[in-house]
RNA sequence: GGGAGCAUAGCUCAGCUGGUUUAGAGCAUCUGCCUUACAAGCAGAGGGUCCGCGGUUCGAACCCGUGUGCUCCCA
């Protein structure tokens, strides 16, 4: 290894690493973006492009979710940024009441201390100072990942401001008459003690046992007999419920049946509900513990037994098993049951059973006082607002998922019992009396104007809000759009312009802000959604904790590079489908990372070796390479505006690896230790910096740097303001493609006579298209190592021929000409044009088709006719030529 | 039970208005190369019943019907 060190030293340059270091790369750019305040938006006389992002869990760490994300944000807040936009990315947490507090009082736990000793606020201080010490270490992650996000804007969904703000809210939904109390059927969580949202229950598909018990008909020794997989349940039991059509229970209508163990007097009822061919078609009734149940109880003004506490265990309404487990009630009532003859049989039954989403214990329906928020006023400007595309989906297919939903939602239970979060501004005296006002002082005002009481003693109500009553708000209230109204930044940014969300919380999240967005701004909170996929393994299982199959993220960055983790997770994820997690994608943004750095050294290495020589021959490289980047700037363009990142990426990517360094470099890259000519070197620098360029949304810190080390500047790619691309010229283009084309072809050639690198050629061309042939004639020498290119008319002698297109080539060298290979391949492409010409033909042959065609099709088919009869005939006279 | 979506090379996916070649890409595979930026590389090649069946059409991977398999959402 010999290098050149005297111009080394005259050319003040850094000894390039072997590889790209990522590491350094990234501290470096991050904290330099930083430090000039790329990422702070500041409202001006640009348009805004803005996005806030989706809230992660403040406990919350970097998962691939996450990753997937915020990549695509950062991608599109890059792209603005580059092309003239003030963009405003902002970030913040969500407090995500019920998992926080679950992670607080686990933490307790771990210090021996329980919840119930301790004090509302005792408990609240605890959950600020885990937040604080914990919270928001997501944030961090982020900037590993090179999201470029204004950081000033930090926000949470209980800072003061918001806090205020989401109470205000509440207060005046209740003041329109849209928020009551109620007494519903809820889903209860026995271990987190609190109500759930039908949207916090997971179902899954969980496998029981179907138990068929014995209920003694009053006055007659027979028996009637129902399948349950909730035995625990029976002494809830309030009716058996049979269809009315089935002759099989007909004589028992109006009848009583009596609870087994406990004996209760039940009626047995005829409904339509009941479906006759599951289990033994007769239902037993427990309207406290089933939603359906509960249902029919009031339709037939059934008694409501409730057989439950709070925790799970059987209450004392149960007269039997009080105050255990109720699977272990289950257990134990069904050894008795079929102790006492009762239990018949048992079979295996497979059905879905909903789980609380957070603590993962079977969820309990349970009838229980709540407050709810009425949703069909709310909802409809925002059904309207997306089924009119006022509001883009993206992919579109999501617009019958949230039309379904809201047209028939429900109302929603806002209420949770749970001690961290917005606690409900509403005010109770002993009687239960109560008013909602936004702070105590105003509720005892309130409390005398409502109940004519004046100084009352009021207790705030002990629930607090479900965390989407605070996260709705988010688009407008990170911009303080409620609290300060028609400030100058929420007239700016809203309404947004992009959210990038995962479909899982279309109704939990999206189709609340919307309505929000309406009530409060009386505007859309956002131009467009676009929905990503579930990243899933490659098994094509959701990653998730209990799987174990999530890969650690930072350890990923670390390994790879974040620009190769941010290129692994894009390049597979087509808009709205799932994304299957494959590390060897990553491995292979890495790849590219050092193919880019390899480019970066090859240049660097004629950077001292220049001269002001003729370049004639590089020109035609030079002037394809600008058009080829035009033509693909013009379609990224398009894929991003039509979210097709990973198409835009690939794109990208096959632009500088395939055009830029297996063809174009390879073009003008002088011989070995040979000059190159000046212009020709820094139209090169420049096509660089424009891939770089290109490059940056997806792969921030590569392109950074790469950019840097070309030549010395003091922009950042950060912020270059993107050219305006022209549109390319075609027949360079084509002229390009035949020159790849015939490179490739003749390379094939030289393959298949087993040609060394270094052993040369002679080529002659037999084509009716001289002229082109010349002006690529020498790097087509250069590509295929020919000592010699001429043009001829005729037959060359001891030649190996091959056709390219339309054209003939003669390769002569050293090597004896194989003539059965070489007839072989001529007489396989030769099968293979007949049968097109054939099936050209056929279409030109029909009258039909002719009329009907339209005009340019009909040419087309006339084109591709007469092109394979030129190649036909071009085909069969070499083969002539080789038997002779 | 109701609704939505998907099925194209070994794998992951493009194929946008039915006609651009008897279907394209990346990864993987095979062959040959340690060629002077890169072996994490270069050059080249092979690989398809477009899930089955039926229909509409001059023409179907694409539209319609139907069957099968898978995924998701809701009850």
Request: charged share 25%.
């Amino acid at each position: 290894m010999h290098t050149n060190n005297k111009k080394e030293t005259t050319h003040k340059k850094m000894e390039l690493t072997k590889n790209f270091e990522h590491q350094s790369a990234e501290q470096k750019w991050y904290s330099h973006w930083m430090h000039k305040q790329y990422f702070k938006s500041i409202p001006d006389g640009r348009e805004p492009y803005t996005i806030v992002m989706p809230p992660p869990n403040v406990t919350g760490v970097l998962h691939m979710g996450h990753c997937l994300n915020n990549t695509i944000q950062d991608i599109l807040v890059r792209r603005a940024r580059m092309t003239g936009k003030n963009a405003c990315w902002v970030p913040g947490t969500d407090h995500a009441s019920i998992a926080t507090e679950a992670k607080v009082v686990a933490m307790l736990r771990e210090r021996g201390i329980t919840k119930s000793s301790l004090s509302r606020d005792e408990f609240l201080s605890y959950a600020w100072e885990w937040k604080e010490k914990y919270g928001g270490i997501i944030l961090q992650q982020l900037k590993k990942l090179g999201c470029s996000l204004d950081w000033d804007r930090t926000s949470f969904t209980m800072d003061k401001g918001y806090y205020d703000s989401v109470i205000k809210i509440f207060v005046s939904l209740y003041n329109k008459g849209v928020i009551y109390r109620g007494k519903r059927m809820i889903n209860w969580d026995v271990k987190a003690l609190t109500a759930l949202s039908d949207e916090e229950v997971i179902r899954k598909e969980t496998r029981q046992k179907l138990y068929h018990l014995k209920y003694a008909i009053e006055g007659t020794n027979d028996f009637i007999i129902i399948a349950t997989v909730r035995p625990e349940t029976i002494m809830g039991d309030t009716a058996i419920c049979v269809h009315p059509e089935d002759e099989r229970y007909k004589h028992l209508h109006g009848k009583f049946a009596f609870v087994p163990l406990i004996n209760r007097r039940i009626p047995i009822i005829a409904d339509e509900y009941v479906t006759m061919d599951f289990g033994t078609g007769a239902l037993k009734v427990t309207p406290a513990h089933d939603i359906n149940d509960y249902t029919l109880g009031q339709k037939h003004h059934l008694e409501v037994v409730d057989v439950f506490n709070d925790n799970g265990t059987i209450s004392e309404a149960a007269q039997i098993y009080v105050g255990m487990e109720r699977f272990e009630v289950r257990k134990k009532i069904a050894i008795e049951l079929e102790e006492k003859g009762i239990l018949l049989k048992t079979e295996e039954y497979t059905s879905e059973v909903g789980y609380s989403e957070r603590t993962d214990v079977v969820v309990e329906p349970r009838l229980s006082l709540q407050w709810w928020l009425s949703m069909k006023d709310i909802s409809s400007p925002a059904l309207k607002a997306v089924m009119e595309e006022e509001i883009k989906f993206y992919p579109s297919k999501f617009k019958n998922v949230y039309r379904h939903w809201m047209e028939n939602i429900k109302d929603w239970c806002i209420s949770r019992q749970l001690w961290w979060g917005h606690r409900i501004p509403a005010w109770f005296d002993i009687n239960g009396k109560f008013v909602v006002a936004e702070n105590e002082a105003a509720a005892i005002a309130q409390f005398e104007i409502e109940h004519g009481i004046t100084n009352a003693t009021l207790k705030q109500d002990e629930d607090c809000l479900d965390t989407w009553f605070s996260s709705w708000l988010w688009p407008f209230e990170v911009f303080k759009g409620y609290s300060q109204p028609k400030n100058e930044e929420i007239k700016y940014y809203y309404p947004t312009n992009t959210l990038v969300t995962a479909p899982e919380i279309i109704f939990f999240w999206v189709a609340r802000m919307i309505m929000a967005g309406f009530e409060y701004m009386d505007a859309k909170p956002f131009q467009e959604v676009y929905f990503t996929g579930i990243v899933r393994d490659k098994q094509g299982r959701k990653m998730s904790k209990s799987l174990g199959n999530s890969p650690d993220l930072l350890n990923l960055i670390d390994q790879y590079g974040a620009d190769a983790t941010r290129f692994g997770i894009m390049i597979a994820s087509p808009a709205g489908n799932d994304i299957l997690f494959d590390e060897s994608a990553l491995e292979q943004g890495r790849n590219f990372n050092n193919k880019i750095w390899n480019a970066l050294k090859l240049i660097k290495m004629w950077e001292g070796r220049q001269s002001k020589d003729d370049f004639n021959e590089s020109s035609f490289a030079i002037d394809w390479f600008g058009n080829r980047l035009n033509e693909v700037s013009l379609e990224v363009e398009i894929m991003m505006q039509q979210f097709r990142l990973s198409e835009a990426l690939k794109t990208v990517y096959s632009l500088i690896w395939d055009d830029f360094c297996s063809w174009y470099l390879e073009w003008i890259k002088p011989g070995f230790e040979q000059p190159i000519n000046t212009s020709v070197y820094n139209k090169t620098i420049g096509y660089f910096s424009e891939l770089m360029q290109l490059l940056h949304p997806f792969m921030p810190f590569v392109s950074e740097e790469i950019y840097h080390l070309l030549q010395e500047t003091t922009e950042d790619l950060c912020v270059r303001q993107y050219k305006t691309a022209i549109t390319p010229d075609k027949t360079i283009l084509e002229k390009g493609l035949l020159l790849k084309n015939t490179i490739s072809g003749l390379r094939d050639v030289r393959n298949k006579q087993q040609l060394k690198p270094k052993e040369s050629i002679r080529l002659f061309i037999q084509t009716e298209n001289k002229v082109v042939f010349q002006s690529i004639e020498s790097i087509l020498s250069k590509q295929i190592n020919a000592i010699l290119i001429d043009f001829t008319s005729e037959n060359v002698a001891n030649s190996f021929t091959t056709v390219i297109g339309k054209d003939k080539f003669y390769v002569v060298s050293e090597q004896p000409v194989d003539t059965a290979n070489q007839k072989s391949d001529l007489e396989k492409e030769l099968t293979h044009l007949k049968g097109f010409l054939i099936s050209v033909e056929k279409k030109l042959n029909n009258e039909k088709f002719v009329q009907n065609a339209k005009p340019e099709v009909l040419a087309l088919e006339q084109k591709k006719k007469a092109d394979a009869e030129t190649k036909i005939k071009v085909i069969e006279e070499s083969l002539a030529n080789l038997v002779n």
